[in-house]
C-alpha cells in the first residue's frame, strides 16, 4: 500500500492545517532502546516529504534532548513544520524514572523559554500542558499558558491526558486547540468524556501511542527482548502474564491485515480514523518511528478503510486488554473523570 501525500486536517476550529498524521519524535531520544540517529533525522526528512507537518515532542523527552535532537530539522524547515511541544513533566537525570508534574505559572513560563532555546525556535506553534496538577487552578495554568500566546512565544494551545470536564473548563478560559491523549484500539478510556468534550468543542484530538506503544504491530515478543531501561518494561500491558494475554487479542487484526494485504499497524491506524467519525471529530493520530521503513508504513494507513465487519472485529479488544496503561494510573485522566 502506498499513499503519496497525505490529505491535510485543520487542527481544532481556527488552527494550523496539518497532514492527518502527525509523527511522535520521543522514542528518537528515550524510552524504546537505543536509537540510530542518522536513521531517524532521515526520518524526519522522509515524513515531511510524505506530507507529515505536525511533529510532536516534550521537554520531558531525554531531558530536553528530545527538542535538541529534532531542532535543526524544524529551523530548516520552519515554514512547512507544525511544532508541538510540552511542559509540566518533572524529572530528574540523575532518577530517570522519577516523574512529577508541575503546572505552577512561574514553572511554565521558565519551561516555555527553556524549550524555544532548546528547539533553537522563535515561536512554538502548539504548546501542550503534558499532564494536570490538579493542586493548580486551570485559571492560572491556562491563563499563563493565554499571555505567551499574547507575547508571541507560542501560537496555539494543547492538553494532554484531561478529562472531558477539565477540557471544557480550559477551552472557556482560552481556545484549546488540541487534546493529546492515548487513544488506539488498546486504550479507549478516552471515549468515555475526553472524546465527546472535544468534539463538542470542536477541538482536535492527537491520539498518542496509537500503535499500543508498538504491541499493536504484533512485533513485540516479551519484555525480555527490550532494552534494560525500554519503559515498556515498566508498563503492565507489557508485563509477566499480561503480555502473553493481551497479545492473544491480536488474532483479529492479524486476520484482517492477512485478508487485506496490509500490515496491523496499518490496521491500528485505520481504527483510529473511523473511530473518531463515530464521534464526529477529526483526528491527527502521532505514530512514533526511528525508521523510513516504518513511516512510509504508517502514512499509507491513510488510504486504509475498514468495513463494518472489520470494526466490528475489533470492537470488543479494549474490553479485554490486561493491565493499565501505566503502572501508576494517577498518571493519566482516568483518576479523576
Ligand atoms: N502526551 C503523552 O503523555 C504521550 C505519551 C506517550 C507518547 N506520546 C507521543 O506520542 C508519540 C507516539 O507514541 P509512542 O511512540 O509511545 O507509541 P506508538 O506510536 O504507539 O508506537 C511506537 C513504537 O512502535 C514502533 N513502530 C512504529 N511504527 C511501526 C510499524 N509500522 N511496525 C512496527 N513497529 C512500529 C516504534 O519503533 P521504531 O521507532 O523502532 O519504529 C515504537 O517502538 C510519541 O513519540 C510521543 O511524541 C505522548
Not at 486476520?255 to 464521534?279: M, N, S
Not at 526511528?290 to 504508517?298: D, P, Q, S, V
Request: net charge negative.
Amino acid at each position: 500500500m502506498t499513499h503519496p501525500v497525505l490529505p491535510t486536517a485543520e487542527l481544532g476550529t481556527g488552527g494550523p492545517l496539518v497532514g492527518v498524521q502527525g509523527l511522535g519524535c520521543m522514542g528518537m531520544s528515550e524510552f524504546y532502546g537505543p536509537t540510530d540517529s542518522d536513521e531517524a533525522l532521515a526520518t524526519l526528512g522522509a515524513a515531511l516529504e510524505a506530507g507529515v507537518t505536525l511533529f510532536d515532542t516534550a521537554d520531558g523527552y531525554a531531558f530536553g534532548r528530545n527538542e535538541e535532537f529534532i531542532g535543526p530539522f524544524v529551523r530548516a524547515n520552519r515554514d512547512k513544520v507544525v511544532l508541538a511541544t510540552k511542559f509540566a513533566l518533572v524529572r530528574k537525570e540523575e532518577d530517570p524514572g522519577y516523574r512529577g508534574i508541575s503546572n505552577d505559572p512561574a514553572y511554565i513560563r521558565a519551561a516555555v523559554d527553556a524549550s524555544l532555546r532548546r528547539l533553537g525556535v522563535d515561536e512554538i506553534d502548539l504548546y501542550y500542558m503534558h499532564r494536570r496538577d490538579p493542586a493548580v487552578p486551570l485559571a492560572d495554568s491556562i491563563g499563563t499558558m493565554a499571555e505567551l500566546v499574547e507575547a508571541g512565544k507560542v501560537r496555539h494551545l494543547g492538553l494532554s491526558e484531561v478529562t472531558g470536564a477539565e477540557l471544557r473548563e480550559a477551552h472557556a478560559i482560552h481556545p484549546i486547540a488540541a487534546l493529546q491523549s492515548e487513544w488506539s484500539v488498546f486504550a479507549r478510556d478516552v471515549e468515555r468524556t475526553a472524546v465527546p468534550a472535544a468534539a463538542e468543542l470542536g477541538v482536535a484530538f492527537v491520539p498518542y501511542s496509537p500503535l499500543g506503544r508498538g504491541f499493536l504491530t504484533g512485533a513485540f515478543q516479551d519484555a525480555n527482548h527490550l532494552g534494560a531501561d525500554d519503559v515498556r518494561r515498566t508498563q503492565p500491558r507489557f508485563t509477566g502474564d499480561n503480555a502473553a494475554a493481551n497479545a492473544g487479542l491480536l488474532a483479529p487484526l492479524r486476520e484482517i491485515a492477512a485478508a487485506r494485504g496490509v500490515t496491523l499497524a496499518q490496521v491500528a491506524l485505520a481504527w483510529v480514523h473511523q473511530r473518531a467519525e463515530v464521534h464526529g471529530l477529526t483526528v491527527v493520530p502521532i505514530p512514533g518511528t526511528r525508521k523510513r521503513g516504518r513511516l512510509a508504513e504508517n502514512t499509507a494507513a491513510a488510504a486504509l478503510r475498514l468495513t463494518a465487519e472489520e470494526l466490528a472485529l475489533l470492537e470488543p479488544i479494549s474490553g479485554q486488554v490486561r493491565g493499565g496503561r501505566y503502572a501508576d494510573m494517577n498518571f493519566t485522566q482516568v483518576g479523576r473523570e
